[in-house]
Structures are given as structure tokens and as C-alpha cells.
């Protein structure tokens, strides 16, 4: 491994730790990472040093040392041209039932292997010296060239000791791609339907149960890093094959503990069947390709994740005149599960509501390939009015993610086969857009004339009724949100006023 990959600040302290008699490596994820041909996102240091000699060695160094964060965990983080590095002694580690993530005591140990030995999987558990020597004692970089993802030993032990790793697994399934591997589980159910790109031949045996131990926002960090990589859709079938998404977390409150599912509401959707004639997959694995087709952004990921939660509940299912599956309103029903659950899971009202909106809109788009612009401009007017969003921008934005979901919905059926029909989507997307982005203000502040404008004109009073009325009129399509045309309807409007006056005092 040439030692180029190296940043400056990181042979710094591997140099320097060298000169002082200890053995210091490039340790976990920057290994993997440099091993795959990425950039590390950070890089982390394990050494023989006990904390108090790698502090001497950074005063000798003259290095600033952050208080000493984890302290009790052997830790401590150096700071080098504005760039932390944490730098860890050697440790053992030692799990019970009280915390579900945090060692409930460590030590120091003497060697690297039993270092590397506790661990979470075996591509994270490498260590690269400055000279480029890798140490790797569980296989890690054959699993890398399979693209295996599996455990350091026993996986039930290790997920025993620290439950965050069932998540974690599932996470670097997504991110990586990688197949997770569990020895004993060859004979558990299948989880898909074969010949789809999310089958998963066998089940996996995860002491679900555990995850009750983990905080919230432990589990919602996880959950987001998962469903915004780029292979989203297989660490989500992971999650349903291993029993997780029916999992439980918790959340503190007023010194009380809240038990907080994490997403059973998503469990029947796999082996949903839909209308073949427009469905690829079962519900669950169209969820997943319409995942995977989009943006890694939170708020259209999370959109697509929920979008046809509603779909198959008894009060939606219907059967067609075919006798096909259909789910009239399942949009509507969605939305109400959506809110339901990213309230539960914590997040701010602003982000609840947008990927509400986001799914009770999804089904919008697919009627006005046929119907045109005059029912978008129906619908957008509608939206301007009615949707809750503040500003024009807001609007904008929301629509801009609203068509990516749309696409993303569109390409996960046979659609995706017909290039004209998706073609005529983004078409259809891009007017959308440019519609709200100069034809559809939302609050009177998005008007091309200022309350402070015609305050020159008429009573501080009137301003609000006539800036409403001018909104409406814009919104209505009747007049072009531009200044001239703006005055020129407000002076048209005070004469039609001043006339009906006039008229009522003879």
C-alpha cells in the first residue's frame, strides 16, 4: 500500500509515535475504504501507547489534544492543521445488558490482534502501518475482493454485545453493496420473490429483541445513513429478512423511558402483489428500485420508503374488474402512516410535513400525462393556496423533490421500459417546476410589489386586503406576477372601487 495514501497529519502522528518506541496503525473503516479505492471519510489510529505517553509525545510535538473525549475508553483526539484524529490504546471490551451500545468496562490490552479481535466485521477490522504493511487477521481483505460484509466471530455474540451492529450491518450492506453472510442461517425462510434484484435466498437469525436497549437517535442516525446510500434497497431488505424493521428502540422523556417501534408498519408490504400490468414487483420490492432510482436525499428517500405503506390495508385494497389488485387513495392512507411515524421517530414538524406532502402527492403527476397543463395549473394553484408551505421557494422546492419522487415511483414499474413515457414525465416535471417557480407565488412577500410600495398610494390599512387580492389574482392565472402588470391591476381595482363608491352616495 503506497504510503501516498496517507494524509500529512496522519503520518505525522504515526511517524512521530514510531520515533517514540510504539506501535501506532491506521485502524477500521479508513483501511476498508483505502483498500476499495475511496477517500476515507476520517482516518483512526490504534496504538500500543498508553494515553498519557501519546499525550507526551503531542506536547513534544507541540500538538493541540482535545479534552480528552471517551477518556475511560483510551481515547485521545489530536488536532493538526484543524483536523481531529482520534488515537486509541489497544482495548479489550467487556458488554451487559444495561447498555445495548456502550462497553460496560474496557482495558488495555498488549496486542494489535486482540485489539482488531473485538471489532465488528472483519473489513473493518484491518490495521495498516506507515510502511504499508497490512494486518489482517480475520480475512477481512478477502471478503472485501467477495464483497462479503460478515461478523469478527460469532455474529450472535457480537451483536449480543452491542445491538447498534444489526444496524450497522444492514448500513454497510448499503453503502457498500456487499452480500451479508451469517453461518447457520442457510436453512431460514427465503425473503423476496427469486429472479429480483432484492431476493435474499434465506433468512437471518438477529437478536432483534436487543435493539429495545438503543436510543432513538442512535437508531435514526443509522436509518438515515442507510436509506440515503446507494445501495439503500439492500440494506433494507436486510432489515425486513432479519426482523428489524418490526424492531423496537427507545426514547427518554421527562426521566421516563418511551418504547419506539421502528418501522413495522412496512412488514406486509413484502410479497404484496400488485397489477402485473403495471408492476414489476411485489410492493416491497418496488419500494426498494424506486428507492434506489432517486437522489440520496433524506426527504425523497424517506418519501419513497413510505409511499404505498397504505397499500393492501383492508380499508384500500379493492379488487379491479379483472380481477387484479388495485389501491384507490393508498396515497392519502400513506400520508397519514408517514406522519405518524417521522413524528414517532423524531423528526421537526417542517421535515414531517414535507414528506407527508410528498407522499399525498405522488399519484398527482401520473393522470396529467394525459390531461395537460390546464390541471396542473389547477393543481399547483390549489397547492399555493391550501399546502402549507410558506413561500414561493418553499413551493418550488417541494415540487422540485416531488418530481424526483414521481420519477423515481414511475421507473420502479414497466414504465421504465418505455423511454418516450418516461421522457414525457421529466417533461412533464420540468414544467411543473417552472410553473410554481414563476407563475405561482404562495404568501403576498412573493409578489412583485411591496406593501411598502403602495403604501405611497393608498391607506396602511388597505395594504393587506389588496395584496391578498392581487395574490389570488396571480394564483388564479388571471395576471402575471410582474410589477407594471401588478400597479396596473391595483389602479384598475381602486377606480372600480371609488366608481361603486361614488355610485353608492348619490
Partial sequence: MPDLFFPSYTKKILSALNAAGYEAYLVGGAVRDLLLGKSPDDYDITTNALPEQVLAVCKQQDWKTVDQLGHNFGCVVIVINGVATEVTTFRGERYNDEDMHRPAATWFCSSLREDLSRRDFTVNAMALSLNGTLYDYFGGQQDLQQKILRTV????????????RMLRACRFVAQLGFTYEQAGCETLPACGAPNTPYYLPHGYSFPVERCAGLSLERVRK?????????????????????????????ARENGSDTIIPILPEALHLLGLHQNPRFHLYDTWEHTLLAIDNSPHDLAIRWALVLHDLGKGLPNVRKLNKEGQPSDPGHEAESAIMAKAILTRLGYNKSFVHLVTWLVA????????????????????????????????????????????????????????????????????????????????????KDLAVSGRELLELIPRADIKNILFYLLERVQSGNLPNEK??????????????????SGDNV
Fill in 153 to 164: 466471530g460469532d455474529a450472535k455474540q457480537r451483536f449480543h454485545e452491542d445491538a447498534l
Fill in 484 to 501: 407594471e402588470a401588478l400597479l396596473t391591476a391595483f389602479h384598475k381595482h381602486q377606480r372600480r372601487k371609488a366608481t361603486i363608491s
Fill in 222 to 250: 443509522e436509518l438515515e445513513k442507510l436509506i440515503t446510500s446507494e445501495y439503500a434497497g439492500k440494506g433494507l431488505m436486510l432489515m425486513m429478512a432479519t426482523g428489524l424493521l418490526g424492531a423496537n428502540c427507545h
Fill in 361 to 444: 402527492q405522488h399519484m398527482r403527476f401520473a393522470p396529467m400525462l394525459l390531461t395537460g397543463e390546464r390541471t396542473l395549473l389547477r393543481w399547483v394553484r390549489s397547492e399555493a393556496a391550501n399546502s402549507g408551505f410558506r413561500t414561493q421557494a418553499e413551493l418550488t422546492q417541494a415540487y422540485s423533490l416531488l418530481v424526483e419522487v414521481f420519477l423515481a415511483d414511475m421507473g420502479a414499474t414497466h414504465a421504465r421500459e418505455n423511454e418516450q413515457l418516461m421522457a414525457e414525465g421529466r417533461l412533464l416535471g420540468r414544467q411543473v417546476v417552472e410553473l410554481v417557480r414563476t407563475r405561482m407565488p404562495v404568501c403576498t
